[in-house]
């Protein structure tokens, strides 16, 4: 999959078959309407285009009024965007920075200036909600009538239900607040994961809990940087970690902006390994990519009085932590050798 931030390079395709969306998430919504582009483009021998904006429109709108209320929470930061576009099979991904120009830019322009001329599009596939253009002033008709005046075609998607419930950013944000793992699992189609590259922290975990049975080398944790000051999920997490080894590795981890230690508001995951693999030494884990699946709250993030008082507390998520997974990996054989009787009888 190709990555182009704004439309002014060489190796964009001269056309293809686009859809526009920030894509928060890539849910099963997304995924539905990625897969009807993948069809459409297919039939037509065109590549497959995502246009996507950063920052979210309302970041932009939020921060021009002063507002920060306004803004969304964010489920997803641009790399994990990418990589589930890439794992829908899209062909190439447009990141238009959203600033006063393109806020600016007339409905009729938008059309001219970015889909024909920028981009080429012969087939355009929107969602049902879509507006476009200053103050919101295009929506699905205007985008219909201007493919019907030049030749390109022009669809729709409803929306995407699961059970009766629309698929939606805004469900997953909604069930990421309120710490419904299952939930938000259920609307993706896949647990709910953060990734990054390892960074270097404090190391203050390395001297907490020091003398605990639960962590005789301390509560060591690896540090991933959340972006965003307002990301959809927060709290204390039973984990699964993918990147360390070859196999993923059970963990507890915070997201947050660690209260008791911190003050400066800075977002951080920090992933506590509950295993850490002897291969990778004590400084292994430093710049390694990594991907954390968050599969169970344990519980909100709370300011402590003084490091002790917080040792107690991770200490306690740790052995929750190790609880939770313990019952899930035991669910999951169970599952596992249901389905393999069920096809041994047929």
């Not at 190796?11 to 078959?17: D, F, K, L, N, V």
């Not at 390892?198 to 809990?209: D, F």
Request: hydrophobic share 45%; charged share 25%; net charge positive.
């Amino acid at each position: 999959m190709q990555v182009f931030r704004g439309f002014h390079h060489p190796g964009i395709a001269s056309a293809c078959a686009l859809t526009i969306g920030n894509f928060d998430g890539v849910h099963r919504g997304h995924q539905a309407m990625l897969a009807l582009l993948k069809s459409e483009a297919s039939h037509r021998g065109l590549p497959t285009c995502v246009m996507t904006f950063e920052p979210h429109p309302r970041d932009y709108f939020a921060a021009r009024m002063a507002k920060p209320e306004l803004a969304p929470a964010r489920i997803a930061m641009l790399r994990d965007k990418l990589s589930e576009l890439e794992r829908c099979g899209v062909d190439q991904v447009i990141v238009l920075r959203f600033d006063e120009a393109l806020a600016s830019l007339s409905a009729q322009d938008f059309i001219q200036r970015v889909l024909r001329q920028g981009l080429g599009a012969k087939y355009i596939l929107v969602g049902d909600d879509f507006r476009f253009g200053a103050k919101r002033q295009g929506d699905y008709a205007t985008l219909d009538a201007a493919g019907r005046a030049h030749g390109f075609d022009v669809a729709r998607m409803m929306s995407y239900e699961v059970h009766g419930l629309r698929v939606s950013s805004s469900a997953v944000r909604e069930a990421l607040a309120q710490g419904d793992m299952d939930a938000a699992a259920r609307l993706l189609g896949r647990p709910y994961a953060i990734s990054g590259h390892v960074v270097h922290g404090a190391k203050l975990g390395r001297s907490l809990g020091a003398s605990s049975p639960a962590a005789a080398d301390g509560f060591r944790t690896l540090n991933l940087r959340f972006t965003h000051d307002k990301p959809a999920a927060h709290g204390i997490f039973a984990v699964r970690v993918h990147g360390l080894s070859e196999q993923a590795i059970d963990g507890v981890a915070s997201l947050g902006v660690r209260p008791t230690v911190e003050d400066a508001g800075r977002v951080l995951l920090e992933v506590h390994c509950l295993d850490w693999p002897t291969e990778l030494g004590a400084n292994g884990g430093y710049g390694k990519l990594v991907r954390v699946e968050l599969l169970h709250k344990l519980r909100d993030e709370a300011r402590y009085d003084g490091l002790e008082a917080l040792t107690a507390a991770i200490a306690q998520d740790v052995r929750d932590a190790r609880v939770f997974l313990a019952k899930q990996a035991t669910s999951g054989a169970h599952e596992a050798l249901r389905r393999q009787t069920t096809r041994d009888r047929i």
